[in-house]
Protein backbone atom coordinates (compact mmCIF):
# COMPACT_ATOMS: atom_id res chain seq x y z
CA UNK A 1 0.00 0.00 0.00
CA UNK A 2 1.68 3.09 -1.12
CA UNK A 3 0.59 6.70 0.25
CA UNK A 4 2.57 10.31 -0.05
CA UNK A 5 3.20 11.52 3.28
CA UNK A 6 3.72 14.80 1.95
CA UNK A 7 0.91 14.96 0.05
CA UNK A 8 -1.45 13.07 2.87
CA UNK A 9 -0.09 16.24 5.41
CA UNK A 10 -1.02 19.02 2.93
CA UNK A 11 -4.47 17.29 1.91
CA UNK A 12 -4.87 17.03 5.42
CA UNK A 13 -3.82 21.09 6.22
CA UNK A 14 -6.60 21.36 3.86
CA UNK A 15 -8.86 19.68 5.32
CA UNK A 16 -9.14 21.82 8.67
CA UNK A 17 -9.65 24.92 6.60
CA UNK A 18 -12.45 22.90 4.95
CA UNK A 19 -13.93 22.55 8.99
CA UNK A 20 -13.06 26.40 9.53
CA UNK A 21 -15.55 28.61 8.18
CA UNK A 22 -13.95 31.75 8.17
CA UNK A 23 -15.48 34.79 6.70
CA UNK A 24 -14.67 37.74 4.85
CA UNK A 25 -16.81 40.86 2.98
CA UNK A 26 -18.51 39.82 0.11
CA UNK A 27 -20.49 41.88 -2.96
CA UNK A 28 -23.18 40.37 -4.91
CA UNK A 29 -22.46 41.86 -8.44
CA UNK A 30 -21.92 39.63 -12.06
CA UNK A 31 -18.92 37.99 -12.50
CA UNK A 32 -17.49 39.86 -15.64
CA UNK A 33 -17.27 36.66 -18.06
CA UNK A 34 -13.45 35.71 -19.31
CA UNK A 35 -12.23 36.28 -22.70
CA UNK A 36 -12.66 33.90 -25.56
CA UNK A 37 -9.65 31.90 -25.82
CA UNK A 38 -8.12 32.39 -22.45
CA UNK A 39 -8.68 30.48 -19.14
CA UNK A 40 -7.70 31.08 -15.37
CA UNK A 41 -7.91 29.03 -12.75
CA UNK A 42 -6.54 28.12 -9.00
CA UNK A 43 -4.56 24.70 -8.62
CA UNK A 44 -1.90 24.07 -5.50
CA UNK A 45 1.85 24.60 -6.28
CA UNK A 46 4.84 25.00 -5.33
CA UNK A 47 8.70 25.59 -5.77
CA UNK A 48 9.82 22.22 -7.02
CA UNK A 49 9.03 23.18 -10.96
CA UNK A 50 7.79 20.71 -13.15
CA UNK A 51 9.60 17.70 -13.52
CA UNK A 52 7.34 14.70 -14.14
CA UNK A 53 9.98 11.78 -12.21
CA UNK A 54 9.26 13.67 -8.66
CA UNK A 55 6.09 13.91 -6.41
CA UNK A 56 5.01 17.56 -6.02
CA UNK A 57 2.26 19.46 -6.60
CA UNK A 58 3.06 20.79 -10.06
CA UNK A 59 3.27 16.72 -10.54
CA UNK A 60 -0.55 17.10 -11.27
CA UNK A 61 -0.39 19.98 -13.20
CA UNK A 62 2.07 17.86 -15.27
CA UNK A 63 -0.58 14.94 -15.91
CA UNK A 64 -3.16 17.61 -16.46
CA UNK A 65 -1.72 18.56 -19.82
CA UNK A 66 2.06 19.41 -19.92
CA UNK A 67 2.92 16.30 -20.58
CA UNK A 68 1.27 13.29 -22.18
CA UNK A 69 1.27 9.71 -21.17
CA UNK A 70 0.36 6.49 -23.10
CA UNK A 71 -3.71 7.38 -22.05
CA UNK A 72 -5.31 10.34 -19.82
CA UNK A 73 -8.27 11.13 -18.23
CA UNK A 74 -11.11 13.25 -20.25
CA UNK A 75 -14.63 14.18 -19.93
CA UNK A 76 -15.59 11.06 -21.78
CA UNK A 77 -13.59 9.00 -19.14
CA UNK A 78 -10.40 6.78 -20.20
CA UNK A 79 -8.83 8.36 -23.58
CA UNK A 80 -5.59 7.59 -25.96
CA UNK A 81 -3.36 9.67 -25.32
CA UNK A 82 -0.05 8.82 -26.84
CA UNK A 83 -0.49 5.07 -27.55
CA UNK A 84 -3.47 4.59 -29.91
CA UNK A 85 -4.08 0.63 -29.05
CA UNK A 86 -2.68 -1.38 -26.89
CA UNK A 87 -3.08 -5.37 -25.70
CA UNK A 88 -2.12 -7.87 -23.38
CA UNK A 89 -0.28 -11.03 -22.91
CA UNK A 90 -2.22 -14.52 -22.56
CA UNK A 91 -1.15 -14.46 -18.71
CA UNK A 92 -2.03 -10.47 -18.67
CA UNK A 93 1.84 -9.96 -17.65
CA UNK A 94 2.81 -8.35 -20.79
CA UNK A 95 1.45 -4.84 -22.27
CA UNK A 96 2.26 -3.88 -25.20
CA UNK A 97 1.48 -0.27 -26.49
CA UNK A 98 0.86 1.30 -29.88
CA UNK A 99 2.04 4.99 -30.20
CA UNK A 100 1.29 7.56 -32.38
CA UNK A 101 3.37 8.40 -35.00
CA UNK A 102 2.85 11.94 -35.49
CA UNK A 103 3.24 13.30 -31.70
CA UNK A 104 6.43 15.58 -31.24
CA UNK A 105 7.53 16.75 -28.13
CA UNK A 106 7.30 21.13 -27.62
CA UNK A 107 11.10 21.58 -29.82
CA UNK A 108 9.94 19.15 -32.37
CA UNK A 109 11.31 16.63 -31.80
CA UNK A 110 9.11 12.95 -32.19
CA UNK A 111 7.90 11.25 -29.49
CA UNK A 112 8.93 7.55 -29.60
CA UNK A 113 8.93 4.31 -27.42
CA UNK A 114 12.60 5.32 -26.18
CA UNK A 115 11.70 8.31 -24.85
CA UNK A 116 8.94 6.28 -22.63
CA UNK A 117 11.44 3.70 -21.53
CA UNK A 118 13.64 6.78 -20.33
CA UNK A 119 10.88 8.27 -18.90
CA UNK A 120 9.88 5.16 -17.09
CA UNK A 121 13.54 4.59 -15.82
CA UNK A 122 13.73 7.99 -14.78
CA UNK A 123 11.19 7.75 -12.38
CA UNK A 124 12.21 4.51 -10.87
CA UNK A 125 15.86 5.74 -10.78
CA UNK A 126 17.00 6.54 -6.87
CA UNK A 127 19.72 8.55 -7.96
CA UNK A 128 17.17 10.76 -10.10
CA UNK A 129 15.43 11.27 -7.06
CA UNK A 130 18.21 12.29 -4.88
CA UNK A 131 20.08 14.62 -8.12
CA UNK A 132 15.97 16.37 -8.24
CA UNK A 133 15.79 16.54 -4.64
CA UNK A 134 12.83 14.52 -4.19
CA UNK A 135 11.35 11.32 -4.41
CA UNK A 136 8.58 9.24 -6.39
CA UNK A 137 6.27 7.39 -4.15
CA UNK A 138 3.98 6.68 -7.04
CA UNK A 139 6.19 4.25 -8.65
CA UNK A 140 4.90 1.41 -6.51
CA UNK A 141 1.52 1.48 -7.41
CA UNK A 142 2.80 -0.37 -10.51
CA UNK A 143 4.08 -4.10 -10.48
CA UNK A 144 6.18 -3.23 -13.14
CA UNK A 145 9.25 -5.76 -13.46
CA UNK A 146 12.22 -5.40 -11.36
CA UNK A 147 10.89 -1.77 -10.18
CA UNK A 148 11.16 -2.13 -6.24
CA UNK A 149 15.08 -3.47 -6.90
CA UNK A 150 15.74 -0.20 -8.73
CA UNK A 151 13.88 1.98 -6.75
CA UNK A 152 15.88 0.87 -3.98
CA UNK A 153 19.34 0.64 -5.63
CA UNK A 154 19.57 -2.69 -5.30
CA UNK A 155 19.14 -3.17 -9.53
CA UNK A 156 20.65 -1.04 -12.42
CA UNK A 157 17.35 1.21 -14.32
CA UNK A 158 18.35 -0.55 -17.70
CA UNK A 159 16.50 -4.13 -16.12
CA UNK A 160 13.09 -2.16 -15.47
CA UNK A 161 10.67 -4.36 -16.80
CA UNK A 162 9.71 -1.89 -19.99
CA UNK A 163 11.14 -2.20 -23.44
CA UNK A 164 10.87 -0.26 -26.87
CA UNK A 165 9.98 -3.50 -29.18
CA UNK A 166 10.63 -0.66 -31.90
CA UNK A 167 10.15 2.82 -32.33
CA UNK A 168 6.58 3.13 -31.99
CA UNK A 169 6.09 0.00 -29.84
CA UNK A 170 6.24 -0.05 -25.96
CA UNK A 171 5.70 -2.91 -24.04
CA UNK A 172 5.22 -2.75 -19.55
CA UNK A 173 6.42 -6.06 -18.26
CA UNK A 174 4.56 -6.59 -14.61
CA UNK A 175 5.25 -8.91 -11.82
CA UNK A 176 1.68 -10.06 -11.54
CA UNK A 177 -1.56 -9.83 -13.89
CA UNK A 178 -3.44 -6.31 -13.63
CA UNK A 179 -6.44 -5.84 -15.25
CA UNK A 180 -6.67 -2.46 -14.19
CA UNK A 181 -3.39 -1.36 -15.58
CA UNK A 182 -5.42 1.47 -18.03
CA UNK A 183 -7.29 2.61 -15.42
CA UNK A 184 -4.03 3.33 -13.26
CA UNK A 185 -2.03 5.34 -15.45
CA UNK A 186 -4.79 8.05 -15.74
CA UNK A 187 -4.17 8.60 -11.85
CA UNK A 188 -2.70 11.89 -11.29
CA UNK A 189 0.18 10.67 -9.35
CA UNK A 190 0.67 8.74 -12.06
CA UNK A 191 2.37 12.24 -13.66
CA UNK A 192 5.55 10.15 -13.85
CA UNK A 193 4.51 7.77 -16.56
CA UNK A 194 5.24 10.02 -19.62
CA UNK A 195 8.09 10.28 -22.46
CA UNK A 196 10.92 12.75 -21.49
CA UNK A 197 13.24 13.83 -24.50
CA UNK A 198 16.88 12.52 -23.37
CA UNK A 199 18.76 15.02 -25.17
CA UNK A 200 16.87 17.22 -23.21
CA UNK A 201 16.29 15.77 -19.86
CA UNK A 202 20.51 14.69 -19.51
CA UNK A 203 21.67 18.51 -19.94
CA UNK A 204 19.02 19.86 -17.31
CA UNK A 205 19.55 20.03 -13.30
CA UNK A 206 17.40 20.14 -11.09
CA UNK A 207 16.53 24.04 -10.99
CA UNK A 208 15.83 23.61 -14.74
CA UNK A 209 12.40 22.85 -14.00
CA UNK A 210 11.79 25.89 -12.64
CA UNK A 211 12.92 27.28 -16.02
CA UNK A 212 10.05 27.23 -18.38
CA UNK A 213 12.65 27.62 -21.75
CA UNK A 214 14.22 24.90 -20.73
CA UNK A 215 11.15 22.47 -20.15
CA UNK A 216 10.56 20.14 -23.30
CA UNK A 217 7.17 18.31 -22.82
CA UNK A 218 4.86 16.43 -25.27
CA UNK A 219 1.26 17.70 -23.94
CA UNK A 220 -1.05 20.17 -25.51
CA UNK A 221 0.49 22.72 -23.66
CA UNK A 222 3.78 24.13 -22.28
CA UNK A 223 4.98 26.36 -19.71
CA UNK A 224 5.62 29.91 -20.62
CA UNK A 225 6.14 30.83 -17.93
CA UNK A 226 6.49 30.21 -13.79
CA UNK A 227 6.66 32.49 -10.73
CA UNK A 228 6.88 30.02 -7.86
CA UNK A 229 3.78 30.17 -5.30
CA UNK A 230 2.25 32.62 -7.25
CA UNK A 231 1.24 31.98 -10.82
CA UNK A 232 2.54 29.54 -14.19
CA UNK A 233 1.26 30.50 -17.06
CA UNK A 234 0.62 27.25 -20.05
CA UNK A 235 0.49 28.12 -23.77
CA UNK A 236 -0.43 25.93 -26.67
CA UNK A 237 2.93 23.03 -28.02
CA UNK A 238 2.93 24.36 -31.39
CA UNK A 239 4.03 20.70 -32.64
CA UNK A 240 1.14 18.95 -30.40
CA UNK A 241 -0.76 16.00 -33.05
CA UNK A 242 -4.22 18.01 -32.33
CA UNK A 243 -6.03 21.08 -31.77
CA UNK A 244 -5.22 22.87 -29.16
CA UNK A 245 -8.73 24.67 -27.71
CA UNK A 246 -7.11 27.43 -25.23
CA UNK A 247 -4.50 29.89 -26.20
CA UNK A 248 -3.13 30.50 -22.96
CA UNK A 249 -3.89 28.87 -19.12
CA UNK A 250 -3.40 30.51 -16.17
CA UNK A 251 -2.41 28.36 -13.12
CA UNK A 252 -2.94 31.12 -9.81
CA UNK A 253 -1.56 29.39 -6.65
CA UNK A 254 -2.49 32.00 -4.50
CA UNK A 255 -4.18 30.85 -1.43
CA UNK A 256 -8.15 30.45 -2.26
CA UNK A 257 -9.11 32.54 0.79
CA UNK A 258 -9.81 35.13 -1.72
CA UNK A 259 -11.56 32.93 -4.36
CA UNK A 260 -14.83 34.97 -4.47
CA UNK A 261 -13.10 37.98 -4.97
CA UNK A 262 -11.15 37.01 -7.05
CA UNK A 263 -13.50 35.58 -9.12
CA UNK A 264 -16.07 38.30 -9.07
CA UNK A 265 -12.98 40.97 -10.67
CA UNK A 266 -12.36 38.93 -13.00
CA UNK A 267 -8.97 37.28 -11.38
CA UNK A 268 -10.13 33.51 -12.01
CA UNK A 269 -12.34 31.91 -14.06
CA UNK A 270 -12.76 28.98 -11.96
CA UNK A 271 -12.45 30.05 -7.95
CA UNK A 272 -12.56 27.66 -4.36
CA UNK A 273 -14.77 29.37 -2.18
CA UNK A 274 -14.76 28.99 1.60
CA UNK A 275 -17.79 27.34 2.74
CA UNK A 276 -18.99 30.61 4.57
CA UNK A 277 -19.18 32.35 0.78
CA UNK A 278 -21.79 30.17 0.37
CA UNK A 279 -24.63 32.00 1.59
CA UNK A 280 -23.71 35.32 -0.55
CA UNK A 281 -23.05 33.20 -3.31
CA UNK A 282 -26.89 31.79 -3.19
CA UNK A 283 -27.97 35.35 -2.81
CA UNK A 284 -26.69 36.05 -6.17
CA UNK A 285 -28.95 34.29 -9.25
CA UNK A 286 -25.57 34.44 -11.68
CA UNK A 287 -23.59 33.47 -9.22
CA UNK A 288 -25.53 30.70 -8.06
CA UNK A 289 -25.96 29.27 -11.73
CA UNK A 290 -22.42 29.19 -11.62
CA UNK A 291 -21.64 27.43 -8.51
CA UNK A 292 -20.87 23.92 -8.15
CA UNK A 293 -19.81 20.77 -5.23
CA UNK A 294 -17.23 18.28 -6.29
CA UNK A 295 -16.44 15.28 -4.39
CA UNK A 296 -12.88 14.99 -3.36
CA UNK A 297 -10.09 12.54 -2.32
CA UNK A 298 -9.03 13.86 0.96
CA UNK A 299 -11.09 11.54 3.66
CA UNK A 300 -10.94 13.27 7.46
CA UNK A 301 -10.56 10.63 9.50
CA UNK A 302 -9.41 9.54 13.58
CA UNK A 303 -7.03 7.42 14.14
CA UNK A 304 -6.75 5.70 17.65
CA UNK A 305 -3.30 7.29 19.26
CA UNK A 306 -0.70 5.30 20.83
CA UNK A 307 -1.58 5.13 24.94
CA UNK A 308 -0.78 3.35 28.48
CA UNK A 309 -4.73 2.94 28.61
CA UNK A 310 -6.03 0.04 26.84
CA UNK A 311 -9.30 1.68 26.51
CA UNK A 312 -9.64 2.25 22.28
CA UNK A 313 -8.08 -1.59 21.62
CA UNK A 314 -11.85 -2.84 22.81
CA UNK A 315 -13.38 -3.13 19.08
CA UNK A 316 -16.71 -2.66 21.06
CA UNK A 317 -15.77 0.71 22.28
CA UNK A 318 -14.55 2.11 18.88
CA UNK A 319 -17.99 0.97 17.50
CA UNK A 320 -19.91 2.39 20.48
CA UNK A 321 -17.49 5.76 19.58
CA UNK A 322 -18.28 5.64 15.32
CA UNK A 323 -22.41 4.92 16.80
CA UNK A 324 -22.63 8.09 18.23
CA UNK A 325 -21.02 9.92 15.41
CA UNK A 326 -23.84 11.90 13.44
CA UNK A 327 -22.26 12.13 10.26
CA UNK A 328 -25.22 13.38 8.21
CA UNK A 329 -25.24 16.45 11.03
CA UNK A 330 -21.50 17.17 10.25
CA UNK A 331 -21.58 17.14 6.07
CA UNK A 332 -25.04 19.62 6.13
CA UNK A 333 -24.76 21.49 8.69
CA UNK A 334 -21.07 21.75 10.55
CA UNK A 335 -19.56 22.28 7.01
CA UNK A 336 -22.55 23.59 5.43
CA UNK A 337 -22.93 21.20 2.82
CA UNK A 338 -19.01 21.04 1.49
CA UNK A 339 -19.03 17.21 3.26
CA UNK A 340 -20.89 14.11 2.43
CA UNK A 341 -20.31 11.37 5.02
CA UNK A 342 -17.36 8.75 4.93
CA UNK A 343 -17.40 5.03 5.71
CA UNK A 344 -13.64 4.18 5.21
CA UNK A 345 -10.21 6.05 5.30
CA UNK A 346 -9.47 5.28 1.43
CA UNK A 347 -12.78 4.73 -0.70
CA UNK A 348 -14.93 7.33 -1.05
CA UNK A 349 -18.80 6.59 -1.85
CA UNK A 350 -18.08 9.07 -4.75
CA UNK A 351 -15.45 6.65 -5.98
CA UNK A 352 -16.58 3.14 -5.08
CA UNK A 353 -20.29 3.18 -3.72
CA UNK A 354 -20.62 -0.28 -2.71
CA UNK A 355 -18.32 0.96 0.68
CA UNK A 356 -21.13 1.78 2.38
CA UNK A 357 -22.84 -1.88 2.47
CA UNK A 358 -21.63 -2.49 5.43
CA UNK A 359 -21.44 1.08 7.23
CA UNK A 360 -22.21 1.51 10.60
CA UNK A 361 -24.91 4.17 11.18
CA UNK A 362 -25.41 6.66 13.57
CA UNK A 363 -26.88 4.74 16.18
CA UNK A 364 -27.00 6.71 20.01
CA UNK A 365 -28.75 3.85 22.15
CA UNK A 366 -26.86 1.24 20.53
CA UNK A 367 -23.75 3.02 21.15
CA UNK A 368 -24.57 3.02 24.94
CA UNK A 369 -25.44 -0.29 25.15
CA UNK A 370 -21.75 -1.55 23.30
CA UNK A 371 -20.34 0.93 25.73
CA UNK A 372 -21.72 -0.53 28.57
CA UNK A 373 -21.02 -4.09 27.32
CA UNK A 374 -17.29 -2.64 27.26
CA UNK A 375 -17.53 -2.13 30.75
CA UNK A 376 -18.05 1.48 30.73
CA UNK A 377 -22.27 1.65 31.50
CA UNK A 378 -22.80 5.59 31.25
CA UNK A 379 -19.49 6.58 30.82
CA UNK A 380 -18.45 5.67 33.95
CA UNK A 381 -15.02 4.85 34.64
CA UNK A 382 -14.14 5.70 30.66
CA UNK A 383 -10.64 7.28 30.69
CA UNK A 384 -10.82 10.76 29.45
CA UNK A 385 -10.77 11.03 25.31
CA UNK A 386 -8.69 13.79 23.66
CA UNK A 387 -9.60 14.92 19.82
CA UNK A 388 -5.97 16.11 18.99
CA UNK A 389 -5.86 17.87 15.64
CA UNK A 390 -3.52 20.24 13.40
CA UNK A 391 -5.18 23.64 13.19
CA UNK A 392 -4.12 26.85 12.12
CA UNK A 393 -5.50 29.92 14.03
CA UNK A 394 -9.47 28.90 14.32
CA UNK A 395 -10.68 25.95 15.75
CA UNK A 396 -11.51 22.70 14.18
CA UNK A 397 -15.32 22.78 14.13
CA UNK A 398 -15.50 19.28 13.11
CA UNK A 399 -13.90 17.75 15.49
CA UNK A 400 -15.33 20.10 18.10
CA UNK A 401 -18.71 18.60 17.31
CA UNK A 402 -17.97 15.42 17.99
CA UNK A 403 -16.90 15.84 21.22
CA UNK A 404 -20.35 17.29 21.58
CA UNK A 405 -21.70 14.34 20.26
CA UNK A 406 -19.42 11.76 22.49
CA UNK A 407 -20.24 13.95 25.62
CA UNK A 408 -24.05 13.97 24.93
CA UNK A 409 -24.49 10.42 23.89
CA UNK A 410 -22.08 8.54 25.67
CA UNK A 411 -21.39 10.23 28.70
CA UNK A 412 -18.01 10.24 28.33
CA UNK A 413 -15.46 13.29 29.22
CA UNK A 414 -13.57 14.34 25.86
CA UNK A 415 -10.85 17.27 25.46
CA UNK A 416 -10.65 19.26 22.09
CA UNK A 417 -6.74 19.59 21.50
CA UNK A 418 -5.85 21.87 18.80
CA UNK A 419 -2.69 22.60 18.04
CA UNK A 420 -0.42 24.26 15.63
CA UNK A 421 0.35 21.80 12.77
CA UNK A 422 4.12 21.80 13.14
CA UNK A 423 3.49 20.42 16.87
CA UNK A 424 1.11 17.89 15.34
CA UNK A 425 2.83 16.21 13.27
CA UNK A 426 5.91 16.50 15.49
CA UNK A 427 4.19 14.57 18.30
CA UNK A 428 1.90 12.37 16.09
CA UNK A 429 3.13 9.11 17.10
CA UNK A 430 4.19 10.66 20.76
CA UNK A 431 2.44 8.22 23.39
CA UNK A 432 -0.36 9.74 25.23
CA UNK A 433 0.29 9.68 28.89
CA UNK A 434 -2.71 10.42 30.61
CA UNK A 435 -6.42 9.24 29.21
CA UNK A 436 -6.85 8.45 25.57
CA UNK A 437 -6.94 10.15 22.64
CA UNK A 438 -7.91 10.00 18.75
CA UNK A 439 -5.98 12.11 16.43
CA UNK A 440 -6.76 13.04 12.85
CA UNK A 441 -5.77 12.00 9.72
CA UNK A 442 -6.40 12.27 6.02
CA UNK A 443 -5.87 9.92 3.17
CA UNK A 444 -5.56 11.03 -0.88
CA UNK A 445 -7.39 7.61 -2.12
CA UNK A 446 -6.44 6.08 -4.79
CA UNK A 447 -8.42 2.96 -6.83
CA UNK A 448 -8.92 -0.03 -4.20
CA UNK A 449 -7.40 -2.38 -6.09
CA UNK A 450 -4.07 -0.08 -5.41
CA UNK A 451 -4.39 0.75 -1.70
CA UNK A 452 -4.41 -3.25 -0.86
CA UNK A 453 -1.14 -4.19 0.75
CA UNK A 454 1.22 -6.36 -1.08
CA UNK A 455 2.95 -8.08 1.68
CA UNK A 456 2.33 -8.21 5.30
CA UNK A 457 5.41 -6.76 6.25
CA UNK A 458 5.47 -3.92 3.18
CA UNK A 459 2.16 -2.87 4.74
CA UNK A 460 3.92 -2.61 8.23
CA UNK A 461 6.61 -0.87 7.10
CA UNK A 462 4.44 1.82 5.26
CA UNK A 463 3.18 5.08 7.04
CA UNK A 464 -0.32 4.33 6.89
CA UNK A 465 0.59 0.55 8.22
CA UNK A 466 2.36 2.00 11.45
CA UNK A 467 -0.50 4.49 11.87
CA UNK A 468 -3.02 1.67 12.37
CA UNK A 469 -1.43 -0.84 14.18
CA UNK A 470 1.19 0.48 15.97
CA UNK A 471 -1.32 1.99 18.36
CA UNK A 472 -2.77 -1.22 19.07
CA UNK A 473 0.76 -2.78 20.54
CA UNK A 474 0.96 -2.79 24.48
CA UNK A 475 3.04 -0.08 25.38
CA UNK A 476 6.12 -1.60 26.53
CA UNK A 477 6.17 -3.19 23.33
CA UNK A 478 5.27 0.09 21.38
CA UNK A 479 8.44 1.16 23.00
CA UNK A 480 10.37 -1.35 21.58
CA UNK A 481 9.37 -0.69 18.01
CA UNK A 482 9.94 3.33 17.98
CA UNK A 483 13.06 2.72 19.30
CA UNK A 484 13.77 0.47 16.23
CA UNK A 485 12.13 2.11 14.00
CA UNK A 486 14.24 5.28 15.60
CA UNK A 487 17.77 3.58 14.87
CA UNK A 488 19.34 5.40 12.03
CA UNK A 489 22.64 3.56 12.27
CA UNK A 490 20.17 0.24 11.39
CA UNK A 491 20.97 -1.05 7.73
CA UNK A 492 17.19 -0.35 6.72
CA UNK A 493 16.35 -3.84 5.56
CA UNK A 494 17.22 -5.06 8.88
CA UNK A 495 15.19 -1.82 10.53
CA UNK A 496 12.07 -2.72 8.00
CA UNK A 497 12.24 -6.88 9.08
CA UNK A 498 12.76 -6.29 12.92
CA UNK A 499 9.96 -3.48 13.33
CA UNK A 500 7.92 -5.81 11.37
CA UNK A 501 8.20 -9.11 13.65
CA UNK A 502 7.21 -6.82 16.35
CA UNK A 503 4.04 -5.96 14.93
CA UNK A 504 3.14 -9.42 13.57
CA UNK A 505 4.24 -11.32 17.46
CA UNK A 506 2.54 -8.54 18.71
CA UNK A 507 -0.98 -7.16 17.12
CA UNK A 508 -4.35 -8.55 18.09
CA UNK A 509 -4.85 -11.40 15.66
CA UNK A 510 -7.99 -9.18 14.41
CA UNK A 511 -5.26 -7.21 12.45
CA UNK A 512 -3.38 -9.51 10.77
CA UNK A 513 -5.77 -11.86 9.73
CA UNK A 514 -6.92 -8.17 7.99
CA UNK A 515 -3.91 -7.52 6.82
CA UNK A 516 -3.28 -11.47 5.11
CA UNK A 517 -6.38 -10.83 3.50
CA UNK A 518 -5.46 -7.89 1.40
CA UNK A 519 -2.75 -9.83 0.39
CA UNK A 520 -4.49 -12.60 -0.45
CA UNK A 521 -6.84 -10.32 -2.57
CA UNK A 522 -3.62 -8.39 -4.07
CA UNK A 523 -2.36 -11.60 -5.29
CA UNK A 524 -4.95 -13.11 -6.75
CA UNK A 525 -6.85 -9.82 -8.00
CA UNK A 526 -10.11 -11.10 -6.36
CA UNK A 527 -12.47 -8.13 -6.22
CA UNK A 528 -15.02 -9.99 -3.67
CA UNK A 529 -11.74 -10.41 -1.85
CA UNK A 530 -10.78 -7.00 -2.22
CA UNK A 531 -13.98 -5.51 -0.73
CA UNK A 532 -13.90 -8.11 2.38
CA UNK A 533 -10.82 -6.51 3.19
CA UNK A 534 -12.36 -3.04 3.42
CA UNK A 535 -15.53 -4.50 4.80
CA UNK A 536 -13.31 -6.06 7.67
CA UNK A 537 -11.95 -2.46 7.70
CA UNK A 538 -15.31 -0.99 8.42
CA UNK A 539 -16.56 -3.78 11.09
CA UNK A 540 -13.21 -3.63 12.95
CA UNK A 541 -13.06 0.22 13.04
CA UNK A 542 -9.68 0.63 12.94
CA UNK A 543 -10.01 4.11 12.25
CA UNK A 544 -13.20 6.76 12.22
CA UNK A 545 -13.62 7.86 8.95
CA UNK A 546 -16.35 10.93 9.44
CA UNK A 547 -16.67 12.82 6.20
CA UNK A 548 -14.83 13.39 2.60
CA UNK A 549 -15.01 17.24 1.45
CA UNK A 550 -17.00 18.55 -1.36
CA UNK A 551 -15.25 21.55 -2.75
CA UNK A 552 -17.68 24.50 -3.75
CA UNK A 553 -16.10 25.21 -6.65
CA UNK A 554 -17.17 28.78 -9.35
CA UNK A 555 -16.85 28.47 -12.94
CA UNK A 556 -17.64 30.41 -15.14
CA UNK A 557 -20.73 30.45 -17.77
CA UNK A 558 -19.07 30.24 -20.95
CA UNK A 559 -16.53 27.98 -19.33
CA UNK A 560 -17.20 24.45 -21.10
CA UNK A 561 -15.93 20.75 -21.17
CA UNK A 562 -14.92 21.14 -17.18
CA UNK A 563 -15.17 17.85 -15.22
CA UNK A 564 -13.21 18.19 -12.10
CA UNK A 565 -10.80 15.52 -10.93
CA UNK A 566 -11.88 14.26 -7.64
CA UNK A 567 -8.72 12.58 -6.97
CA UNK A 568 -7.33 16.28 -6.42
CA UNK A 569 -8.19 18.36 -3.31
CA UNK A 570 -8.24 21.13 -5.56
CA UNK A 571 -10.47 19.24 -8.33
CA UNK A 572 -8.77 20.90 -11.09
CA UNK A 573 -10.36 19.48 -14.37
CA UNK A 574 -8.88 16.32 -15.71
CA UNK A 575 -7.38 17.34 -18.85
CA UNK A 576 -6.92 20.90 -19.51
CA UNK A 577 -7.53 20.41 -23.68
CA UNK A 578 -11.26 19.70 -22.65
CA UNK A 579 -12.12 23.20 -22.24
CA UNK A 580 -13.59 25.97 -24.52
CA UNK A 581 -14.11 29.21 -23.60
CA UNK A 582 -17.11 30.71 -25.45
Known amino acids: MAKGMTIAKSALAALTLTGTLSAFA ?18 IGDKRGFSPDIYTWSLYADSLGIFEGLVHNSDKGVVPGIATSWSTSKNGKVWTFHLRHNAKFSNGDAVTAQDFVFGFQQAFNPNTAVKDGGGMDATAFLPVVNGVEVAAGTKSPSTLGVKAVNNYTFQIMLTRKDPTLIQDLTLPAMGWAVPLDPKVVNSMSATDWT ?23 LVPNPYYFNKVKLKKITLNYTASSTGLVDFENGALDMAI ?25 AQYTLDVAPSQNNALLNPLVRKALMMSINRDLISKDVLQGTGTPAYD ?7 DPWIKKNAIPYDPTEAKALLAQAGYPGGKGFPTLSINVGVGSTPDLVAEAIQQMWQQNLGITVKYNGMPASQFYSTYNNPITSGVAFRQNASN ?8 PTSVVAFLNTG ?17 WQKVIANKSMPPKLQQEQAANILIHNLPKSILQWIRLGVKAYNTNNTALMKQFFYMQEEQVFDLPIYTPLQPVL ?4 VHGYKANSFLLTTPPVWFNDITVS
Not at 26 to 43: E, L, R
Not at 215 to 231: A, K, L
Not at 345 to 351: A, I, N, Q, V
Not at 445 to 452: D, G, I, K, R, S
Open 273 to 297: INPSDIKAVDSNPTLKSELHFFPTA
Open 26 to 43: VTASAAPSSSSGSFSMYI
Open 445 to 452: VVYPQLEL
Open 345 to 351: YMTPTWL
Open 211 to 233: TPSKIVSDGPYMVSSFTPNTSAT
Open 464 to 480: VGQDWTAPYLPMNIYTQ
Open 555 to 558: IRSN
